[in-house]
């Protein structure tokens, strides 16, 4: 069974610095894709960003990027240009691209908190 | 923000009351999942459906149903509510896009249930 593990329950940054958040994983699998949720306080989870396992190439949307590194089975996020909006809690999750299905195996989250 | 809706969006019984959490999504997804999320914590997956009359238990047990007899429709139900139920319960629908490699769950704004 696969297992994703966030060791920084809590995090914290200045505004319009830069924090990145560390995920890693384990899995036998080759085919997966991984991916970073944002919980808000009270508001709906939300896809921040994805990374196909078969890529080399770092996902990236707009302030928000990866660092995946598939032999390490690490997937952290980096947040550039911190805003107060970027506070919430931020989970890593995992989807076999091997079994059929589309279930996805969440971390156990890091609580951001973004100082102004 | 999709369009996935869940209610109530808090409730508090009492114990060894029936009750039913509400999830529905307008995007026409066949797939759709649960989740329960204590606060604070990781999200487990207990129960999905990959359509309609198609239903699973997923990785945490739990003692709720589901039923999916049209689409857009995903309720849980608890047929005896115990304060060990109290948590968070968050429903997902996701979208195979392009293919499986674009696949995207998107979640609901969640159902706080206090049992008392």
């Known amino acids: 069974a696969q297992t994703v593990t966030q060791s920084q329950p809590e995090m914290s940054v200045q505004e319009a610095e830069t924090v990145t958040l560390s995920c890693t994983y384990d899995?036998?699998?080759?085919?997966?894709?991984l991916f970073w949720y944002k919980q808000p306080p009270s508001r709906q989870m939300i896809l921040v960003i994805r990374?196909?396992?078969?890529?080399?190439q770092n996902a990236t949307e707009n302030r928000f990027s990866v660092n995946f590194q598939k032999a390490a089975k690490s997937f952290s996020l980096k947040i550039s240009d911190s805003q107060l909006g970027d506070a919430a809690m931020y989970f890593c999750?995992?989807?076999?691209?091997?079994?059929?299905?589309?279930?996805?195996?969440f971390g156990e989250g890091t609580q951001l908190t973004v100082n102004p | 923000e999709a369009d996935i809706y869940q209610t109530p969006r808090y409730l508090v019984i009492g114990t060894g009351k029936k009750i039913t959490l509400e999830c529905s999504q307008t995007?026409?997804?066949?797939?759709m999942y649960w989740y329960q999320q204590d606060p604070g914590m990781e999200l487990h997956l207990i129960h999905y459906?990959?359509?309609?009359?198609?239903?699973e238990k997923g990785d945490l047990s739990s003692e709720s149903t589901v039923s999916r007899i049209r689409t857009e429709h995903f309720p849980l139900t608890l047929e005896s509510a115990r304060p060990s139920h109290t948590s968070q319960y968050l429903c997902?629908?996701?979208?195979?896009?392009?293919?499986?490699?674009?696949?995207?769950?998107?979640f609901g704004p969640g159902t706080r249930l206090l049992v008392l």
């Open positions: 997902a629908s996701s979208d195979p896009g392009r293919g499986k490699s674009q696949e995207t769950q998107y």
């Open positions: 899995t036998s699998e080759s085919d997966y894709y």
């Open positions: 990374q196909e396992a078969y890529k080399q």
């Open positions: 999750a995992y989807r076999s691209g091997v079994t059929s299905g589309s279930r996805l195996t």
């Open positions: 995007m026409g997804h066949d797939k």
């Open positions: 459906s990959y359509g309609v009359n198609s239903t």
